[in-house]
């Protein structure tokens, strides 16, 4: 039972004769003819532990599910790939499926006296009426195939030049943002009201390209109606992860890694552009909520959550103080890692603070060297081992953190390693079509809903923007053709995910906008340079990527044009046209304007080359 997460209140779950979701168990179930009960719960959630103290541990759920089912358990951080498939919209989640893990049924929570008649009605009924079942499950497999060859085929015709995207997608994506906006309470959508930290970027980004104040005032009202609300701990920092409620009240108290971190992100970065410091303290009170509670300082890397206890977070700091705080999911989940080592990232030079990069830093090492595996990629970490292979989402935004961290840094070893999951993406989970990424590998094991891979809609608009930046910063070809490929992959279908499709504009907006590109010449130690890399990061203008070229490597030095100099000079680049060489912090925001304006005539007077002072 080790291998299982359940309530840390008492409970009798482990009454009930789990197994993991395993080639293993699919067999046990085919072997003993009996349906299966999936249970789908999260380490965090509230209802799953009352699930686990109440209906899991009543003694003839137990009996009924021992000796007429095969129990699966499912923790939904731990397996992504297998909650996105069986998930019924909700945690937890119950599901019946078939021997072969077809669906025949699901609810969410169910109290003991609903699971105890669902169990013998489904037990009855899968003894009596399997042909039924079965027939069924046959054809809600036929309709998922034939719209799975439906959509290869709507792929091949839509293929198109790979620099060629026809339809106004960024300004698609901001009208369906613009339409959710609740103009009272600040957010998107009513209730249950969640933060949406991927269509606030998006509104950040364009905010910097465009001057736009209507932008700034959706983002404003958002993040201080977020500070101000009870999503937001006002006591120990941190935000929970959704509120019941239209004006931010009423929070399931729940704190996720990956809610923190882009919000984190969202605060750093809207101080960024306005100097306002209200966003600055909220950023670094969430900051340090990470840094006290989720981080693991041993390891230098961060948990996953906090589990939800509403009655703990109705204290005062000085009843906190006196009580058992909320326990902490320790499984290291490479994706969510990735995302905290960014929000740490932009900090530490936004704050500044060189205590952010390090850590940042550290936390990218670790999880290259515990959760790399050169021909499997990236996987999560727990129970003293990596586990769960083959999940896109951890590629991703571990590769879009390396270049975050090369970009900052100057230090090669993270380029190198976001080329080498590039590589892994492309071998592993590429699309028949050439149109973008499958979000699982593919395993002539799998069972169920498990055999059919699907575009990850996400995490190609992150690996999109991955493979553009890796084209200004290495000049290959083939990345600029991925990128623009995978954002075509859902140029037919992004409307359907509403306000949701912050990232996918974000990807499209990086691809149809000009990309500033600044090359710093020079010893990554030198005074000089460290002044004209800063200089580089009060760019306001965000398509702008920045690397640093050591005089020593002179074959990197001649492939990029360049001469080796005596002297750290930067070069600013819009095209194919680059600047003279900038030897001071004096020069470098009119060359910048210089290289900018010609190409940002007509878009509304174009961003100021800097970011506004203190």
């Not at 020593?552 to 100099?565: D, I, V, W």
């Amino acid at each position: 039972m080790a291998d299982f997460q359940f309530s840390h209140r008492p409970n009798q779950a482990s009454a009930i004769n789990w197994r993991s979701w395993s080639p293993a168990a699919f067999e046990e179930a085919r072997a003993k003819d009996k349906p299966i009960l999936l249970a789908i719960s999260a380490r965090w959630c509230h209802w799953c532990h009352l699930m686990d103290e109440t209906t899991y541990s009543d003694p003839e759920v137990a009996r009924l599910l021992n000796e007429h089912y095969l129990p699966l358990r499912v923790d939904s951080d731990r397996r992504p790939d297998v909650n996105s498939r069986y998930n019924q919209s909700g945690w937890p989640s119950t599901v019946l499926l078939t021997p072969d893990g077809d669906v025949m049924t699901g609810e969410t929570f169910l109290n003991p006296e609903h699971m105890r008649r669902i169990l013998a009605d489904a037990s009855m009924y899968y003894r009596t009426k399997r042909s039924a079942i079965y027939a069924k499950v046959s054809q809600e497999r036929e309709k998922r195939e034939a719209a799975a060859r439906q959509a290869r085929i709507q792929g091949a015709l839509q293929v198109k030049p790979a620099s060629v995207l026809s339809q106004p997608i960024v300004g698609d994506v901001v009208e369906q943002i613009g339409q959710a906006v609740d103009p009272k309470y600040g957010g998107f959508g009513g209730a249950p009201k969640f933060p949406q930290p991927e269509a606030l970027t998006l509104l950040l980004w364009l905010y910097c390209i465009n001057n736009d104040g209507t932008f700034l005032q959706v983002i404003a009202k958002t993040l201080d109606s977020m500070a101000a609300g009870q999503i937001h701990d006002q006591v120990e920092g941190g935000f929970f992860r959704y509120v019941a409620k239209e004006d931010w009240s009423e929070p399931h108290t729940e704190k996720l890694l990956e809610v923190n971190a882009t919000l984190a992100d969202n605060y750093l970065h809207a101080y960024y552009v306005t100097r306002q410091q209200r966003f600055a303290e909220v950023a670094r009170k969430t900051l340090g909520y990470l840094d006290r509670v989720l981080l693991d300082p041993q390891r230098g890397v961060f948990c996953a959550s906090q589990c939800a206890d509403p009655d703990y977070h109705q204290l005062s700091a000085e009843a906190r103080a006196q009580a058992v705080a909320p326990p902490v999911d320790r499984v290291v989940l490479t994706n969510w890692n990735a995302l905290a080592a960014m929000a740490y990232l932009r900090a530490s030079w936004v704050l500044p603070q060189p205590r952010y990069q390090e850590l940042a830093l550290g936390c990218l090492d670790w999880l290259w060297e515990n959760c790399w595996d050169p021909e499997l990629g990236m996987h999560h970490y727990h129970d003293g081992q990596r586990q769960a292979p083959g999940i896109l989402a951890d590629h991703a935004y571990y590769a879009k953190a390396c270049l975050d961290a090369y970009e900052l840094t100057g230090q090669r070893r993270f380029l190198e390693r976001c080329e080498a999951i590039g590589a892994v993406v492309r071998r592993t989970f590429a699309c028949e079509d050439g149109l973008g990424f499958y979000d699982i590998v593919r395993d002539p094991q799998a069972n169920g809903l498990m055999r059919v891979r699907e575009k990850a809609f996400r995490e190609c608009a992150t690996l999109a923007q991955v493979f553009a930046r890796l084209f200004y910063l290495t000049s290959k070809q083939e990345y600029e053709r991925l990128a623009f490929a995978t954002v075509q992959a859902f140029s037919t279908e992004y409307a359907d995910y509403t306000f949701y499709a912050g990232d996918y504009g974000l990807a499209s907006a990086r691809l149809t906008h000009p990309w500033l590109k600044v090359d710093l010449v020079g010893r990554a130690s030198d005074p000089v340079l460290q002044q004209l890399r800063s200089a580089a990061l009060s760019i306001r203008y965000p398509n702008t990527v920045m690397q640093t070229l050591d005089p020593a490597e002179s074959e990197r030095l001649a492939q990029s044009g360049y001469q080796p100099e005596v002297h750290p000079a930067a070069y600013i680049c819009v095209g194919q046209l680059c600047s003279l060489p900038v030897r001071d912090v004096g020069g470098f925001q009119a060359a910048v304007s210089q290289m900018l304006r010609p190409s940002l005539q007509g878009m509304g007077g174009g961003p100021s080359a800097e970011a506004p002072k203190p």
